[in-house]
């Protein structure tokens, strides 16, 4: 833990001098704000990661408490429009990206490959890696290859039906979820089922309406985590964070539901309680791991469901995570004594750094 409070204390020196030449372009789309522009023709979804007003007030007065000016942008066209009307002379922009809107699978990725190919500095990860950090199916494979410890998946197509005629075998509990989708999104009660012919009817049937490829995984009982990481020339894993549900720490056979993420009905919890220190590090050099193969920058968050063995398995990645107040980086952060305003600090100093 002191590397990675070393690490936070170094990056007001980079931020120090970040101020002194930029300024902040705050990217984020929130419920209120966040319209169509000249017309254009966009795909809202209804089912969206997009802030409240109450979060993207606590994400600008953050940034402005670590003394950057901010000047904020609720649709990625405007802040494209306005980027090429400058391009005839160098701006002053630091881009802190939050954009995630549409319903496309490559929705988060336009901003930073925008910025690319720009030269406009922004923070967290670039196009592809936040591209693969959503393509599920893709990086469970790809770190199961590594020796990351995941559960078992299986994808139906509504085209082609399942991927390589590989299915669950009967009786197999499994969680259905989209491919491509974060924040819960798809996610409900009834995602949990055990595979026999009347699931993979209803896996048809979600598939056909939604006309989407379906993630299939096996469910696994237990504990569940989210694990910030900060990541300079490595990446440093913080403290595990417990996520409870209506009090019960041992999740069993209940989920984080797209309900329970959209109202914030769930609360945060040292991991720490519930096991030893050598699952604690186990976890931690999981996520490490992850970081490292996936090719995360500057910061993100790696999420785990511990089963009552104490073997973590990876469910998620998420490359521009929450840092509301309601949020396992603000609980992370407020656990080592730090300010709201330090997550905003270092994000954008690690991002500077590269």
């Not at 930029?22 to 979804?45: D, G, K, P, Q």
């Not at 995941?150 to 197999?172: A, F």
């Not at 096996?218 to 913080?238: D, H, N, R």
């Not at 186990?282 to 511990?306: C, E, M, N, P, W």
Request: net charge negative; glycine share 6%.
């Amino acid at each position: 833990m002191k590397e990675i409070e070393n690490l936070i204390m170094n990056t007001r020196l980079t931020t120090t001098e970040l101020r002194r030449n930029y300024h902040i372009s705050l990217l984020t789309n929130t419920r209120s704000r966040t319209r169509e522009i000249n017309n254009a023709v966009i795909n809202y979804s209804t089912n969206n990661e997009f802030f409240n007003d109450q979060e993207f007030g606590e994400v600008l007065r953050g940034i402005q408490e670590a003394n950057f000016y901010v000047e904020p942008f609720f649709n990625e066209l405007e802040f494209i429009q306005t980027i090429l009307k400058e391009a005839y002379y160098k701006n002053k922009r630091f881009v802190y990206n939050l954009s995630r809107n549409g319903t496309h699978i490559g929705k988060k990725s336009l901003i930073p490959s925008f910025c690319d190919l720009m030269s406009i500095p922004y923070t967290g990860s670039n196009a592809l890696i936040i591209s693969v950090s959503r393509a599920k199916y893709i990086y469970t494979k790809y770190l199961e290859n590594h020796n990351v410890k995941v559960p078992k998946s299986w994808v139906y197509d509504p085209i082609n039906g399942w991927l390589g005629q590989n299915k669950p075998i009967p009786n197999t509990k499994i969680l259905i979820k989209p491919m491509h989708e974060s924040a819960s999104i798809g996610l409900s009660k009834t995602s949990i089922m055990i595979f026999d012919q009347h699931a993979e009817s209803e896996i048809m049937k979600q598939c056909e309406e939604d006309t989407l490829p379906i993630l299939v995984q096996e469910f696994i009982s237990g504990f569940e985590c989210e694990v910030p990481v900060l990541i300079s020339q490595k990446p440093y894993a913080m403290n595990p964070v417990g996520i409870s549900i209506s009090n019960e720490n041992n999740l069993g056979e209940d989920i984080l539901t797209y309900t329970n993420s959209y109202n914030d009905d769930y609360n945060f919890y040292l991991l720490e309680r519930e096991f030893p220190d050598s699952i604690i590090q186990t976890i931690q050099h999981a996520a490490i791991q992850v970081a490292s193969l996936i090719g995360l920058k500057a910061y993100g968050r790696i999420d785990f469901r511990i089963n009552n063995q104490g073997i973590p398995y990876l469910m998620d990645i998420a490359a521009t995570p929450y840092t509301t107040k309601h949020s396992s980086f603000a609980f992370a952060f407020g656990n080592m004594g730090l300010e709201y305003h330090d997550i905003y600090n270092t994000i954008i100093g690690l991002s500077g750094n590269r």
